[in-house]
């Protein structure tokens, strides 16, 4: 048995068919994750820890249907860094990361605003789970089904979906000082895109960070005071 395993089974221990989440024992136990430099050097542990909290309460759900695998995407990155990472949860391993667009309503080099509002170009928040790819406008595409009422329900209708972009490249950064946006979508490099895509299609969980308090406030996931209270205090510290 893996020490990660072990780590999740302490922090998410499961009783018949409810789960009991125990947030401080997440908390406790990250620091077990710097044995595993890939994950612990690159991606935030607050971030790293509510990204767990919502896999497991929505594979407890039966809304996430592949297991193991993770996507994270932390917007408190500014776009000419590499901010989206696909992690495999059962090894401890960091599988891909990289570059990633907002929404151009959201923000310039930086995400600030987001919304769940067809027409807003913004990026959504919160938990979503991938769909079947598809050729489209964009060419080898990625449906994205948002799994949080009126944080990111809407993203089918709104056409969110991971594909490939030109202005998600270093050269565009070179020359704007940032990477290109979006209508909404977290578009990717033409170098990663078909890689990043069958590395996580198929009902994997992909979560969406940003650090200030309402997404943690609003969001049904942290469904008991305890749990909401810490995760707001999370992820705002």
């Given at each position: 048995?893996?020490?990660?395993?072990?780590?999740?089974?302490?922090?998410?221990?499961?009783?018949?068919?409810?789960?009991?989440?125990?947030?401080?024992?997440?908390?406790?136990?990250?620091?077990?994750?710097?044995?595993?430099?890939?994950?612990?050097?690159?991606?935030?542990?607050?971030?790293?820890?509510?990204?767990?909290?919502?896999?497991?309460?929505?594979?407890?759900?039966?809304?996430?249907s592949?297991?193991?695998?993770?996507?994270?995407?932390?917007?408190?990155?500014?776009?000419?860094?590499?901010?989206?990472?696909?992690?495999?949860?059962?090894?401890?391993?960091?599988?891909?990361?990289?570059?990633?667009?907002?929404?151009?309503?959201?923000?310039?080099?930086?995400?600030?605003?987001?919304?769940?509002?067809?027409?807003?170009?913004?990026?959504?928040l919160?938990?979503?789970?991938?769909?079947?790819?598809?050729?489209?406008?964009?060419?080898?595409?990625?449906?994205?089904?948002?799994?949080?009422?009126?944080?990111?329900?809407?993203?089918?209708?709104?056409?969110?979906?991971?594909?490939?972009?030109?202005?998600?490249?270093?050269?565009?950064?070179?020359?704007?000082g940032?990477?290109?946006?979006?209508?909404?979508?977290?578009?990717?490099?033409?170098?990663?895109?078909?890689?990043?895509?069958?590395l996580?299609?198929?009902?994997?969980?992909?979560?969406?960070?940003?650090?200030g308090?309402?997404?943690?406030?609003?969001?049904?996931?942290?469904?008991?005071?305890?749990?909401?209270?810490?995760?707001?205090?999370?992820?705002?510290?």
């Open positions: 048995m893996s020490i990660l395993f072990m780590v999740l089974m302490m922090a998410f221990p499961v009783q018949g068919r409810s789960m009991t989440v125990d947030i401080p024992s997440i908390r406790k136990n990250i620091s077990v994750f710097t044995q595993f430099p890939e994950l612990s050097n690159r991606i935030n542990p607050k971030v790293l820890r509510m990204a767990l909290l919502g896999y497991y309460s929505l594979k407890e759900q039966g809304k996430v592949r297991d193991g695998i993770l996507t994270v995407i932390d917007f408190n990155i500014p776009s000419v860094d590499e901010r989206l990472f696909v992690i495999d949860i059962n090894r401890g391993r960091l599988l891909y990361s990289g570059l990633v667009a907002h929404g151009r309503g959201s923000g310039d080099n930086y995400a600030q605003s987001f919304s769940n509002a067809p027409g807003s170009h913004q990026s959504s919160g938990f979503y789970t991938t769909g079947n790819t598809y050729d489209g406008k964009h060419g080898y595409s990625l449906r994205l089904l948002g799994l949080e009422r009126g944080i990111n329900d809407k993203a089918e209708s709104r056409s969110i979906v991971i594909h490939g972009a030109d202005y998600v490249s270093y050269d565009f950064i070179k020359k704007h940032r990477l290109g946006r979006s209508e909404g979508c977290p578009a990717l490099s033409f170098e990663s895109f078909q890689q990043v895509i069958n996580i299609k198929g009902g994997s969980c992909l979560f969406i960070y940003h650090g308090k309402d997404y943690a406030s609003s969001s049904t996931l942290f469904k008991s005071d305890i749990a909401r209270r810490q995760a707001v205090s999370e992820h705002v510290s």
